[in-house]
């Protein structure tokens, strides 16, 4: 579809029925060749600083990670409605694509295209959407933290980002969990995939909750994650999701946060590496400091903090989220 102003009536009446007929326009998993994306993962620079303790933030794999779940447009960020609950509404969708419409005439973007509804759906039609973790990150801390053929753990595996930089890094080994049953199937899916071109890595994932999982003692080098910040993020309607098995914010810390945190301390071995990106959020305002604290007291020792940039999709600029590297 070619824009022009004369026509945007028609043309946004057009798109209605094209959108309502076809539904959101999810990643198209045809259009990423897998090998490809963990081959440029493994080309693309360290993004760690040491000189400031800055991580630097690349989007090289995240397009082909929501190809594995797409659901991503299901989740629920600080009690506002999804990007699907959005896009069902009829009165939205409509505004959603005049916006859209008029966003790409102001920049000279004369022709339709599914990506730009899609990014404009998470500044418009929902007042915040879900992120992954970069995969470059990942990458950079398994390589920095782990010897060649290390054993890494992923406490919240969520949608992939860390299971798609581990294959990129020189780690041998990855134990992940989600207790979110599509979540599951996406990563059991890009497992399958990243065997099949890296056969020697060995992966295992779980569908449970990590307080829930028997692990061995003393066996990983590396436990990382990012852990869902409370309530912010309602990934799953399913009970055992953290937030819904503990809806409130002292018992998700000492139920769910703590016995994280002690049971990857006790699954990594001695000189091993606990590791957690977290931050404070409005509906969990200390929870950085809360969770420096469990690590503190799970016989741990504070190695480093390094700070992650994270750019607003909105355009409001840069912020930082620590990330606390702890010994044991």
Known sequence: ????????????????????????????????????????????????????????????????????????????????PSISDMWDDDNKLRALIRKTYLWKLKHNELNWTDNRIRQNAKVYGAKQSVS???????????????SNGAKVLDMCSGFGGRLLGFSASDCAEYVGTDPSTKTYDGLIELSVDVKQIISDKK?????????????????????????????????????????????????????????????????????????????NVKNAPTLSLDCYEFMCQANLNHIDTYHMVLSSIAGKGVKYEPIYVFQK
């Not at 990382?224 to 999701?241: D, I, M, R």
Request: hydrophobic share 35%.
């Open 132 to 146: 992954n973790f970069r995969p470059t990150v990942a990458r950079d801390i398994y390589n920095k933290f782990g």
């Open 203 to 279: 992966i295992t994932i779980y569908n449970q909750p990590f307080e829930d999982l028997e692990l061995p003692k003393d066996y990983f080098d590396i436990a990382f994650t990012s852990p869902p910040y409370f309530n912010t993020e309602v990934y799953s309607e399913e009970a055992n999701n953290s937030c819904n098995r503990y809806p409130a914010y002292t018992a998700w810390l000492h139920k769910f946060l703590s016995p994280m945190i002690a049971n990857a301390a006790k699954a990594v071995k001695p000189g091993g590496y606990v590791i957690v990106n977290i931050a």
């Open 1 to 80: 579809m070619r824009l022009c102003y004369d026509n945007i009536d028609n043309d946004v009446e057009e798109l209605f029925v094209y959108y309502r007929k076809t539904g959101f326009p999810i990643y198209d998993g045809s259009k990423y060749d897998i090998e490809k994306e963990i081959n440029k993962l493994k080309k693309t620079s360290s993004c760690i600083d040491e000189s400031n303790k800055i991580i630097g933030q690349s989007m090289v794999g995240c397009g082909v990670l929501w190809t594995y779940f797409p659901h991503w447009i299901d989740v629920r960020c600080n009690g506002s």
